[in-house]
């Protein structure tokens, strides 16, 4: 088999793959301080959207067991403690509250309340659970 080059070769030489491998290095090194601001919002919004769940599965299980059930602010954890079984909790520090615990009733209400939380990111966030609805709303606070 006679193969007969003509300079008219498809693909793509050494020398250009390098050129583009150095151009992808350089967009990585730019882009790598934003991507780590990145991860850590996610972090932070990761730990909110534990306590929001925290709160929304107490508020669902108080309407459907048809009983009232508390969720427990203490200064290190949120947490809920099932009668006769171990408590689910998330450790967070609690910077200021309003109440030692919200309590949910079968018709979905709550007691109501307030608290405040710094992650370990070092932001703090201020949550409001609603007593006629029940639900958790966050705003940031400080830094």
Known sequence: MLILLTGKEEGFSLLEI?????????????NLPHF???????EERGQLRKIEHLTRAVREMSISQQRQLELFIDEQE????????EKI???????????????FFPDGRSSGGNFTIKLQGGKSYSAVIDSITGRISWTRTGK
């Open 18 to 30: 390098l050129i583009i491998m150095v151009i992808m290095a350089t967009l990585v090194a730019i």
């Open 36 to 42: 780590e601001g990145f991860i850590a919002s996610l």
């Open 78 to 85: 949120v947490y809920y403690q099932p009668s006769g079984k």
């Open 89 to 103: 909790s998330l450790e967070v520090q609690v910077l200021s509250k309003s109440a030692d615990k919200i309590i």
